[in-house]
């Protein structure tokens, strides 16, 4: 199957300042890439997504950045709030019809 | 507000009883997809359908069924309950190719 990895498994920050979720992928012909958040007993929720001919989208207090050279992803959350606190996931589709995810980050947000 | 959903939240069950994990969704999708996942753990890909009548094997092997009689509907069957099936498992559904999942809040499966 396709690998797809979080560089750290938990990231602790502080309330107000920014995040950065990182993650890598192994699969060159991935071309459409989806940031998910999971709370404590949910379902993973989409947050942003972004295909392979873009290196950068923004949402709200959220940036997904792409970088194709070195198979590298990353969510940035701006001002970080103690509603993120979550775990992240990346996953990765080359043929769009299955998702690949990667093992998670867990942010827990301080006060 | 999630439109699809799944039950139930919590199962503790004995081993070698045949269970059934229930999903449905109300948006339409032809796409539903079976997660099993360890907590804090990646998602692992174990039954799809593309539509009606339309099911496949996942990239983890599994020992549960699914079927697909009708679009809004996926149900996933173990016919013989044992201690390494528990995990949570969590069914998604979308529409089109530019679409994510949308993921219900999953089913919590204890075997003893």
């Known amino acids: 199957g396709e690998s797809v990895g979080l560089h750290l498994p938990t990231l602790s920050v502080q309330e107000g300042d920014n995040s950065i979720i990182n993650c890598a992928y192994s699969n060159s012909a991935s071309d459409y890439f989806i940031w998910y958040k999971q709370e404590s007993g949910k379902g993973p929720q989409f947050i942003i997504d972004i295909r392979s001919n873009m290196d950068k989208r923004q949402g709200q207090r959220v940036t997904v950045l792409l970088n194709k050279t070195v198979k590298h992803l990353s969510l940035q959350i701006a001002a970080t709030q103690p509603g993120d606190s979550a775990v992240y996931f990346c996953?990765?589709?080359?043929?769009?019809?299955?998702?690949?995810f990667g093992s998670g980050t867990k942010l827990n947000v301080k006060p | 507000e999630a439109d699809i959903y799944q039950t139930p939240r919590y199962l503790v069950i004995g081993t070698g009883k045949k269970i059934t994990l229930e999903c449905s969704q109300t948006?339409?999708?032809?796409?539903m997809y079976w997660y099993q996942q360890d907590p804090g753990m990646e998602l692992h890909l174990i039954h799809y359908s593309y539509g009606v009548n339309s099911t496949e094997k996942g990239d983890l092997s599994s020992e549960s069924t699914v079927s697909r009689i009708r679009t809004e509907h996926f149900p996933l069957t173990l016919e013989s309950a044992r201690p390494s099936h528990t995990s949570q498992y969590l069914c998604?559904?979308?529409?089109?190719?530019?679409?994510?999942?949308?993921f219900g809040s999953g089913t919590r499966l204890t075997v003893v």
């Open positions: 948006m339409g999708h032809d796409k």
């Open positions: 998604a559904s979308r529409q089109g190719q530019m679409m994510g999942y949308t």
């Open positions: 996953a990765e589709t080359y043929n769009f019809n299955k998702f690949y």
